[in-house]
């Protein structure tokens, strides 16, 4: 209704207005506002419109082939034109950026597949943030696969951004999916994905010349095995922050006296994998985490205290820890926003009844 009202005022204006005053020129407004926010169609039936109103102002003051309204009726058309062809881009380009956004939300549900609730005796809850408002996805990672004497979880970081971060995660959660059925321990695992993501960041393929650099790239992670039958549990860390527990209201960091290189950084791998055991007692609760939560600061530039907030605000199970975690994670960063992709997975293992 805005550049119908401004093509009907235009109008009434300058035929209403002394001669030397001409207000024709101001009905280019009405198809570049409609172009805005409209699409092409509703562009050009605005501008024929105001081309029309020009066209019944020429005649009602002089005639059409007064040579100042056959100049402005010639801009007129011209800049009907152009905005239409500008509407036209636009609405292509929308459409693009819708089908890319429903391509990423798909690809983060086969990438990063939203864990169960309930896993045998453990309840689950998980989270993901992106950094940027209009991601769906990144290098932030993690997983839970079901084992016959209990469940494996991995969380993990890619060094880097965009699609080849995505690239190494969807690789490494692959990896983990297909071969935590198989090993029969932790360290045979890790060492399979190890040999995974070792094998990719060394494939002749990805160098860009025969004397490009070698890359640097590798993924922080830490593996868990969780059995159901005992109340202990079983890390490898491999570069990443360490798990936090949370019993009877004091949390531990699970930090492991031998910790390994990150995965890709096979010529730092000096000894086999070992895992160590930790306890993980019925209600306990258990905190996996990528740097993004530690790493975000407040204006002062202050790390957020992850740990003390955890033992402020976990009670009520995994579900209402994170959801609270999280409210308090955006209300501490400067502005709500995050300086780099963030990912909570929160376990929490039932008490017997």
């Known amino acids: 209704m805005v550049p119908l009202g401004l093509i009907a005022i235009v109008t009434v204006g300058d035929i209403l207005a002394p001669p030397e005053v001409h207000l024709g020129p101001f009905l280019a407004a009405a ?104 991601a769906q996805i990144g290098g932030d990672l993690f997983a839970a696969v079901r084992t016959a004497h209990g469940t494996r979880f991995i969380v993990g970081d890619v060094r880097g951004k965009g699609l080849e971060a995505v690239g190494d995660a969807a690789l490494l959660l692959g990896a983990f999916r297909a071969a935590a059925h198989r090993q029969a321990d932790l360290p045979s695992l ?38 159901d039958t005992t109340s202990v549990l079983h890390l490898i860390n491999c570069g990443h922050p360490p798990p936090l527990l949370l019993h009877e209201g004091l949390v531990t960091a699970l930090e492991v006296c031998e910790p390994a290189p990150p995965l890709g950084l096979t010529e730092f791998a000096g000894s086999p994998f070992a895992a160590q055991s930790f306890p993980f007692r019925p209600g306990d609760t258990l905190l996996l985490y990528t740097d993004g939560v530690i790493e975000a600061r407040d204006d002062s530039g202050a790390f957020y205290p992850l740990a003390q907030r955890m033992a402020a605000l976990g009670t009520g199970g ?36």
């Open 31 to 134: 198809p570049a506002v409609t172009a805005s926010f409209a699409g092409p169609r509703t562009t050009a039936c605005v501008g024929a419109l105001a081309v029309l109103a020009q066209a019944v102002v020429a005649i009602v003051r002089t005639s059409l082939t007064d040579l100042n309204h056959s100049l402005q009726i010639t801009a007129l058309i011209m800049i009907s034109v152009c905005v239409t062809f500008f509407a036209y881009l636009r609405e292509r380009h929308e459409k693009q950026l819708t089908q890319l956004r429903a391509v990423a939300e798909a690809a983060q549900q086969v990438v990063l597949r939203p864990l169960p609730r309930r896993i045998g005796p453990l309840r689950i809850a998980s989270v993901y943030m992106a950094a940027e408002a209009e």
């Open 318 to 353: 995994p579900q209402r820890l994170l959801r609270r975690l999280r409210e308090d994670l955006l209300s501490h960063t400067l502005g709500g926003h995050l300086g780099d992709d963030a990912a909570m997975v929160a376990i929490q293992r039932v008490r017997s009844e």
């Open 190 to 227: 890790v060492a399979s994905l190890e040999g995974t993501v070792s094998s990719n960041l060394d494939d002749p393929r990805a160098a860009v010349s025969a004397t490009a650099a070698p890359s640097e790239g590798f993924i922080t992670a830490a593996v868990l095995d969780i059995p």
